[in-house]
């Protein structure tokens, strides 16, 4: 029989985290992926590093985590491709310009700063080769851009430095409470431990399901593109909020085009069908917006599979029913951010009962999961 002090289910962002952070309190976890590190959206996505444009219960998360991006080669000794040139939400209408202002107006009255309105010259200081008619928007100056694959495998590989014990191909089928500790079953064996942590992306509702504790987890698989080789021409992410767009370009010149339309998952098959006609509204998108792209070639596109909740923000904290347990999923498209900082206060959580870190209304409950018996 395994044993470990702790359970870590999912090798995403979020479980290579949180089992780095265990194991950085002295913790031995061990992490149970039935694919390996990095295969579904940590490994695929986007790599956006934002804190701009985030839930209010999301905010003191997604700040703790820009600490850690900002010191990412200390923690995983690999600067995993962070730059950080900003975050940008282009307005496209006077209208939507003042709705952003009425945002930043009361996130300042919640005393958070990071995010800044700006008018037409400095957006086309920041954003030069925005379209003209784009009267300003938000800014978030510390927020950037990492490459996924390279972080999630950081995580894992700095996890097993510091103790953890990683376990690829295997998955998990059951969990049963056995006197003070949790059996959980997996395809090779059992493992027992005092904890668990849930951190199994778009199949976390299985896993909470064996807990007698269902969740409303929508399997959704948001899709990317990336365009041809171009001259450099725009530093930060941009992003829009009326239309759907995330874009960004890498040092190699190529545009990473996303935002949000999305393929058709088949999570049991570890597949995902690109929908191009969603593909071309994103591509007429960026034609309208950016003049300078009306040359690109798109070489590729793809889709990772993830888990949305209803209410758009992740769940987070200790089980409902189920003592030991923690939840760990449903970042609902923009859940890589947050997983520095989300590992490390899981990790507190787990290891001290508290954190530090607020995460209230992120908790399960809120789904009127049934209270322990
Ligand atoms: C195309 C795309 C673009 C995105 N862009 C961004 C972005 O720019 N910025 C941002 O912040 N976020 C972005 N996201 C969202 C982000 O990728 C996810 O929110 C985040 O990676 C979720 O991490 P995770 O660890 O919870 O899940 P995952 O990466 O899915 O990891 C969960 C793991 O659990 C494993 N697992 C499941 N069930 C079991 C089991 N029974 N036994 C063992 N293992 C199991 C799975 O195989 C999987 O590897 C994007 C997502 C996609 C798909």
Redesign the pocket.
């Known amino acids: 029989m395994r044993t470990a002090d702790v359970v870590v289910?999912?090798?995403?962002?979020?479980?290579?985290?949180t089992a780095l952070h265990l194991a950085l309190r002295g913790l031995k976890p061990i992490l149970?992926?039935?694919?390996?590190?990095?295969?579904?959206?940590?490994?695929?996505?986007?790599?956006?590093?934002?804190q701009l444009a985030r839930d209010l219960a999301e905010i003191p998360l997604s700040i703790s985590s820009m600490d850690l991006w900002e010191k990412i080669e200390d923690l995983v000794g690999d600067d995993c491709g962070f730059t950080n040139n900003g975050t940008v939400l282009v307005a496209e209408n006077d209208e939507e310009l003042a709705s952003f202002r009425a945002r930043v107006d009361d996130l300042r009255m919640r005393g958070y700063t990071h995010e800044e309105l700006i008018g037409r010259d400095e957006l086309k200081r920041l954003v030069p080769a925005v379209s003209d008619h784009c009267p300003g928007g938000v800014v978030s100056r510390r927020d950037g851009?990492a490459d996924?694959f390279r972080t999630?495998q950081a995580f894992r590989k700095r996890a097993i430095e510091r103790g953890a014990e990683v376990i690829e191909g295997?998955?998990?089928?059951g969990l049963a409470r056995v006197g003070d500790v949790w059996r959980v079953e997996?395809s090779a064996g059992p493992i027992e431990a005092p904890k668990v942590v849930n951190?199994?992306?778009?199949?976390?509702d299985?896993?909470a399901a064996m807990l007698g504790e269902p969740v409303p987890l929508t399997v959704?698989?948001?899709?990317?593109m990336v365009t041809s080789r171009l001259p450099a021409f725009i530093d930060p992410?941009v992003i829009l909020r009326g239309r759907k767009l995330?874009f960004k370009q890498l040092d190699n010149g190529t545009v990473v085009i996303?935002g949000g339309h999305l393929a058709v998952p088949y999570r049991d098959r570890?597949e995902t069908v690109i929908d191009w006609t969603k593909l071309a509204i994103s591509a007429r998108t960026v034609w309208e917006l950016f003049p300078a792209m009306r040359i690109a070639t798109i070489v590729r596109a793809?889709?990772?599979?993830?888990?949305y909740m209803p209410d758009g923000i992740?769940v987070v904290g200790p089980s409902a029913t189920s003592e030991g347990v923690y939840h760990?999923?449903?970042?609902?498209?923009?859940?890589?951010?947050?997983?520095p900082g989300t590992g490390a206060m899981m990790a507190e959580l787990v290891a001290t009962g508290a954190t530090n870190v607020p995460i209230d209304g992120l908790g399960i409950e809120r789904f009127g999961t049934l209270k322990p018996g």
């Open positions: 289910i999912g090798g995403g962002i979020h479980g290579c985290s149970v992926e039935k694919d390996y590190a990095g295969r579904h959206a940590s490994g695929v996505n986007a790599g956006g590093v934002r851009a996924p999630t295997v998955t998990v089928t997996t951190a199994a992306g778009a199949w976390a299985r896993i959704v698989a948001p899709m990317l992410v995330s996303g570890n793809w889709a990772g599979i993830e888990a992740p760990q999923f449903g970042f609902s498209t923009h859940g890589f951010q947050l997983g």
